[in-house]
């Protein structure tokens, strides 16, 4: 099972999630992709009317597809010598300290507002009504260590774009964005500052997975 990363022109990365390879792939990948796809659960109006909320705990309570997620995510970034994995809270620690443990790397907390104890350095970005804040410890990160960003999904790119402005005045070198799932639709890819990003698995135009 392998997810790519594929360069577009111009050097503008883009994703290639394990859907996008269903001809070359084996018949175990394509079970891996419907496997996934089966335990993610659509909650309409959640948290708020009109979003659907992807659900991932039944695949997290899946040992199989749990450490087949945890694979899948990890893989293209093997030989990038990861050194520390940051992971946005809260399913963005779940997956990552899972994908870090498989890379032999670190990890590094991006939390919500006021939840870490020591100095920190804080990120504001746009939600659609109103402002967010993330932050991280002001020590998680050395300058110059090799980074992946970590998160269950990328809707619009504010969370993951704020991330990487933190990793960024840490000085930590960004190797790429891993996600389980990209809304595609919401063109969130583009707040990743052309870094490169992998998707295991992406919404179609109805909001469902393809
Ligand atoms: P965004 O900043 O818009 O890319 O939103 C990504 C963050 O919000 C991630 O940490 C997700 O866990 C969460 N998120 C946004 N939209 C959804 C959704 N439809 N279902 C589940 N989580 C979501």
Redesign the pocket.
Known sequence: MATLIAQGSLGRARSQSLSDRLAPVTIQERDVIERLRSLIRDVPDFPRPG??????TLLLGDRTAFAAAVSALAQPYRDRDVEIVAG?????FILGGAVADRLGAGFALVRKEGRLPSTRISQS?T??YGEAVVEMHADAIQPGQRVLIV????????????AAALVDRLGGDIVGFAFL?E?SA?G?SA?LGGRPYTALLRTNGDGGIA
Request: charged share 25%; proline share 0%.
């Open positions: 979003i659907v909320f992807k659900d991932i946005i809270e809260s399913r963005g970005y939600l659609e998160d269950d999904l990328l809707a619009t790119g504010g969370t993951a774009g704020a799932i809304l919401l969130g707040a």
